[in-house]
């Protein structure tokens, strides 16, 4: 079993391919798996499986004719969602049961409102993979979806320890989320950004390198045409903050408006994955020296610009050490950190602290070896303390790589 905040997922594995019945009872509420020609393997403790598990509070099992009855005591009205997994290497065949809280409406989210004034930009940050999907396994075991959760938790803190940013993570601990839900996530937090961190692995230990990806143009052709098949749904929304309805246009309006706010979306991608990948070659080797294109899913949301990051091949002996070792994660965070600031401050979200900021003349500034607060702010005829009030800074500590506004009006 593994716990997230909106569901708890049951796996079952199984020597084979299994078909299944599942349904629910009340008073008390239980959810009920009857598995067709199944009996129990040796080992299995249905008692051990739901020690302090958050919405199953008890698990019984028995034969029952030619097949065999699991029953989940929940602690409440669940809606249980199941499917089967084929094998797929360490794993052979699963059943999976999600259970989710009665009130949790899987298929939309209502978009937070958004604050008036110079708001923050938000960055969405999406640690790949979870729970029982483990990722690419590297040597030594090391496995992506750990590695990749640690870079995400590190760039969250330095984002949000920035003035005028403010970091979501679509995955907090180790459970899994489904691909378009990271979108809904993103989308319901109205984020400016959203960032996908994974580490790749391949059939041969000596390919290596860093990649960033973007949406591709076929990728885009396809969420156009599954937006538009959906769009009576009334969550649907594109633009950002405007809000654009696909609701009540006609097919040819809403394909127009889907496929500027896709063009658009996918211009600032490539912006923010070129500013981040020129970062990233300062600290680590580049698998290709520009931006590469791909179909993933997360990267679909046609009102979002969306980058993913493949920081390293933990396939590769050498590139596995590194990305588990906590100084070299600071510096792919660090790289990662500077190129999205670089690029949100040359083209600030309209409506955010760093658009007024631009306004005002302020610049921005990457620091570099020798470089002090006070040397900086008599260089550009300010005050030190005016850049640490800009900046959110407490105290005069900077580092190599830091990116910084230099307020240029005080």
């Known amino acids: 079993m593994h716990e ?55 698990m019984r099992a028995a ?50 409102a958004q604050p008036a004034g110079r708001r923050d930009v938000v960055i969405a940050i999406d640690a790949g993979h979870g729970g029982d999907d483990p990722g690419a396994l590297g040597v030594g075991r ?29 995955r907090k601990a180790d459970y899994y989320v489904s691909l378009r839900r990271r979108m809904q996530i993103a989308r319901a937090e109205r984020a400016d950004l959203f960032i996908s ?7 041969s230990a000596s390919v290596n390198g860093v990649s960033v990806y973007t949406l591709s143009d076929r990728g885009a052709s396809s969420e156009t045409a599954r937006w538009l098949a959906e769009k009576e749904n009334s969550s649907d929304l594109i633009g950002g903050v405007g809000d654009v309805s696909l609701d009540d246009k006609d097919d040819l309006l809403a394909h127009v408006l889907l496929d500027l706010s896709m063009d658009a979306n ?3 991608s490539i912006e923010a994955g070129a500013a981040v990948l020129g970062k990233l070659g300062r600290v680590a080797r580049l698998h290709k020296k520009r931006v590469e294109q791909a179909g993933f899913v ?25 990305l588990n070792r906590a100084d070299y994660q600071s510096r792919i965070v660090g790289a990662i950190y500077a190129g999205l600031r670089l690029y949100f401050e040359s083209s600030p979200p309209a409506g955010t602290l760093l658009a007024y900021r631009r306004e005002q003349g302020d610049v921005s500034y990457t620091i570099e070896s020798g470089d002090t607060l006070s040397g900086i702010a ?12 800009v900046n959110g800074l407490s105290t005069d500590r900077i580092r190599v790589g830091q990116v910084i506004l230099i307020p240029t009006n005080s």
């Open 4 to 58: 997230a905040p909106e569901y708890t997922r049951v796996v079952f594995d199984t020597s084979g391919p299994v078909k299944y019945d599942l349904f629910t009872l009340s008073d008390p509420s239980r959810v009920v798996i009857d598995l067709e020609n199944a009996s129990l393997a040796p080992g299995f403790d249905p008692g051990m499986a739901v020690l302090g598990r958050q919405r199953v509070k008890g």
């Open 63 to 112: 034969p029952r004719g030619n097949g065999y009855r699991v029953v989940l005591d929940v602690t409440g009205k669940l809606s249980p969602k199941g499917f089967v997994l084929a094998p797929v290497p360490p794993y052979g065949h699963r059943l999976v049961v999600d259970l989710y809280s009665d009130s949790t409406d899987r298929a939309a989210l209502v978009p937070i």
């Open 142 to 170: 090391i496995r992506e979806k750990h590695i990749v959760l640690s870079l995400a938790k590190q760039l969250a803190t330095r984002f949000n320890e920035a003035s005028g940013y403010r970091a979501v993570l679509v």
């Open 197 to 203: 961190i994974h580490a790749d692995a391949f059939k």
């Open 266 to 268: 996918r211009l600032a």
């Open 298 to 322: 997360v990267l679909k949301s046609p009102d979002i610009p969306s980058v993913l990051i493949e920081t390293g091949y933990i396939s590769n002996p050498a590139e596995a050490r590194q």
């Open 378 to 389: 008599a260089r550009y005829g300010t005050s030190a303390e005016s850049i640490r009030r």
